[in-house]
């Protein structure tokens, strides 16, 4: 099978890494930046690199699309008619309803768009800080179309466990979203408010433990992608930022009212609750 993943940041970079561990030699690599393509090279993750999609699309049983939101999308638009007979599509991005159901209005018949999240990531971006490593025991979802072959969705989630990731889970575009909005832009919302409500110009490095590190390590945020990414979810993430507020005035009325009770009952409720997961 000839792969063809399509930007090789930190997550495309992690897939090419992941696909050579798990046996596949037939990967190649598409990216604006040159000196990517040529680092990817060198680390023998793909067995050729091209600035121009149109060299290799042509030729790919399936294709990554390891680039932004906004650029699904476009790459779809202007590849339509490139494409392989049959080829299968998957992508990585962590919204889907922005432009799922344009991209199947647009799709040739021929073509299935299986599309994909792995839950995995880091906060870097680019192929120097890109590893496999992450993927290994992480969740991937599966967002199934009513255009799905069965055959292709079997095949994307194979290559996810081939790849490391411990769970695979197939959902509808709706409820991807939803949940997304709660368990991973809601998460990096709260850290980045965290780190900038602290007061300008104190040591605080020199007060931090586990806890203040866990929490923030996310604030460290490729701000061009997460925009897009709140953007595009936003009232899903609306309501999540509105449920977490209400939760957090019990906490600050707790402790305004000296309501230690109270305050005891919501710590022993979040314990179970985190037991549950």
């Known amino acids: 099978m000839r792969i063809v993943i399509v930007g090789l940041g930190v997550i495309g970079g992690g897939y090419a890494m992941a696909l050579k561990e798990a046996g596949y030699d037939e990967v190649y690599g598409i990216d604006k930046n040159i000196d990517t393509l040529k680092k990817a090279k060198a680390l023998g993750i793909i067995k050729e690199g091209y600035e121009d999609e149109k060299e290799i699309i042509k030729y790919a049983d399936l294709i990554v699309l390891a680039v932004y939101p906004n650029l699904v999308k476009n790459f779809i638009i202007n590849n339509k008619d490139n494409f392989k007979d049959g080829a299968i599509i998957t992508d990585v991005t962590g919204i889907k309803q922005l432009f799922i159901n344009e991209i199947i209005n647009i799709l040739p018949e021929n073509i299935d768009f299986v599309f994909a999240h792995p839950m995995a990531g880091r906060e870097k971006k680019g192929i120097d800080y890109a590893t496999n490593q992450v993927f290994k025991g992480a969740n991937f979802l599966i967002t199934v179309t009513d255009k799905n072959k069965d055959e292709n969705l ?113 710590f022993i409720k979040s314990s179970l609750r985190r037991e549950k997961l």
Not at 162 to 168: D, T
Not at 203 to 229: C, K, M, P, V
Request: aromatic share 8%.
């Open 154 to 266: 079997d095949l994307i989630e194979n290559l996810a466990y081939k790849m490391g990731f411990k769970n695979v889970k197939r959902i509808c575009p709706k409820y991807h979203d939803e949940m997304i909005a709660f368990t991973s832009q809601l998460p990096h919302a709260l850290a980045v408010a965290l780190i900038n409500s602290d007061i300008e110009g104190r040591n605080t490095g020199e007060f931090i433990g586990d806890s203040y590190r866990d929490l923030t390590r996310i604030a460290n945020i490729n701000e061009s992608l997460w925009s897009q990414l709140f953007l595009g979810n936003k009232e899903n993430l609306l309501q999540a930022i509105y449920n977490f507020e209400k939760e957090l005035d019990k906490i600050k009325s707790c402790v305004e009212n000296e309501d230690k009770e109270t305050l005891q009952e919501l």
